[in-house]
């Protein structure tokens, strides 16, 4: 039988429920009662200790943990697996190798920590082909397809033209038409499965000086984009994403969030800018960017991951957790003023592993997603405002430094509780020897995206 036909379903050796995919996808609850028994009375004492603490700053400590159990970041399909990197890659043994098995592993993730509902699909490594068989699977999992996202940096089998020289931006409109037809047909299957969400990612650039004239490659990508746009139904949102560097390294043609921005801004309402944590330069002020897109109505959606140097796709919060923070304080403020409109703001992960087990990594990621969120919502808002009003530097930088110091881990431990998944989600999945049993599944060599 192959993986997207069904059959029975049932229970495994191991305790594990099987979908009609005859794959180990979810822990049963009494499996997860039994995972979380020996941990609850710490937890409980750490989390009293904490809420005694806040309560006396003022703080509603069940309403910050409400906040943390309904907050949700996709999972994309492509970080299911190890990416490697143009050296090598190692796999991990078990990736899933289609995309009814990426379901089965996100549902697994959601199962421990109740804050990952949702998939993002990679188009062509994520075609539906039973479109009722999965949308079944999605159900039965819990999960919603969160968005798709186009892929004109790669040549695919028996594709007539490359995007060597650029895709939406190439010099022969061919190549436009091609990849403008690619990013219809993402949307074309992303309404399948119920996603509202296209993300626009170029590698289009150039990398020696003269290669290509820098205005009219804009002017071509913008042309592009408004037919996309065009297409686009009328409750989806088009993310369009920047990069400054990689894989050219003189031009890109979207390389900050200001030609985002104006792109945005020339094709309407429904389209707005998402920023990936690693598409900036060294020591850019990413927080300081996501106030300016929030105050301007452009904040559409994130790609959440680390970076020391460049888009390193490290584990998010990882190599900066202060940064990230900041970045959650820039959220959380806007989100508290009244002067601004709420915004629907698409949060999701975007690594792609090659030395840690990818659904740990996935795990440890939104983990210090939501330590980072939680800290945001304990900064004392009012003493911020006056410390700034009245220049007094040092008062502010304390009010920050109290919430970012603040350890709040049992507020996280409490929201995955009360979400129904485990306190402590990586160990969890190790004590239950899930990488194992996916290994004996689907072998050592799997693989689980197109590079």
Not at 329 to 336: I, K, M, P, T
Request: hydrophobic fraction near 40%.
């Amino acid at each position: 039988m192959s993986s997207e036909e069904f059959g029975a379903g049932g229970r495994n050796t191991f305790g594990l429920l099987s979908s009609p995919y005859s794959h180990p996808v979810m822990l049963s609850e009494e499996q997860l009662r039994d995972l979380n028994y020996p941990l609850l009375a710490e937890h409980g004492r750490q989390l009293d200790f904490l809420a005694s603490t806040l309560h006396q700053r003022g703080l509603d400590v069940h309403a910050v943990v409400l906040r943390l159990a309904e907050f949700q970041v996709a999972i994309p399909s492509w970080a299911l697996g190890t990416g490697g990197t143009r050296f090598g890659r190692f796999p991990a043994g078990g990736e899933p190798r289609t995309l009814a098995e990426k379901i089965q592993d996100v549902g697994l993730l959601n199962q421990l920590n109740g804050s990952s509902n949702s998939i993002s699909l990679h188009i062509p490594w994520d075609i539906p082909t039973d479109v009722a068989g999965l949308q079944q699977l999605l159900r039965e999992q819990g999960l919603t397809i969160d968005s798709v996202n186009s892929n004109t940096f790669q040549d695919q089998r028996d594709q007539p033209h490359s995007y060597k020289f650029g895709s939406l931006s190439a010099t022969d409109p061919a190549i436009r038409a091609q990849a403008v037809q690619h990013n219809l047909d993402c949307i074309g299957y992303g309404q399948q499965l119920g996603a509202r969400v296209h993300t626009v990612w170029l590698a289009d650039g150039s990398n020696f000086p003269g290669q290509s004239h820098l205005r009219r490659a804009y002017l071509r990508t913008q042309e592009s984009l408004a037919t996309i746009y065009e297409a686009l139904p009328s409750d989806w949102t088009m993310l369009v994403e920047y990069k400054p560097y990689e894989p050219n390294f003189y031009s890109m043609v979207i390389p900050d969030w200001g030609t985002s921005y104006t792109l945005c801004q020339s094709l309407g309402k429904q389209a707005q800018v998402l920023v990936d944590l690693g598409h900036h330069l060294p020591n850019t002020n990413i927080e300081q960017i996501v106030g300016r897109l929030r105050q301007l109505g452009r904040l559409g959606g994130f790609h959440f991951n680390g970076s020391g140097y460049g888009d390193d796709d490290l584990t998010t919060g990882s190599a900066k957790p202060f940064q990230l923070f900041l970045i959650f304080n820039e959220l959380v403020d806007a989100s508290q003023d009244a002067s601004l409109p709420a915004a629907q703001v698409a949060y999701m992960i975007d690594a792609s592993h090659n030395t840690k087990d990818p659904l740990e990594d996935l795990l440890q990621s939104v983990d210090n997603i939501l330590v980072a969120y939680a800290k945001a919502l304990l900064v004392d808002r009012a003493a911020l405002h006056e410390a700034q009003e009245a220049n007094d530097v040092v008062r502010a930088e304390e009010v920050l430094r109290d919430a970012f110091l603040t350890d709040v881990r049992p507020l996280v431990a409490e929201g995955y509780r009360q979400a129904g998944g485990a306190l402590r989600p990586v160990q969890a999945l190790r004590t239950a020897g899930i990488r194992q049993q996916l290994i004996e599944q689907r072998g050592k060599c799997s693989l689980s995206t197109g590079l």
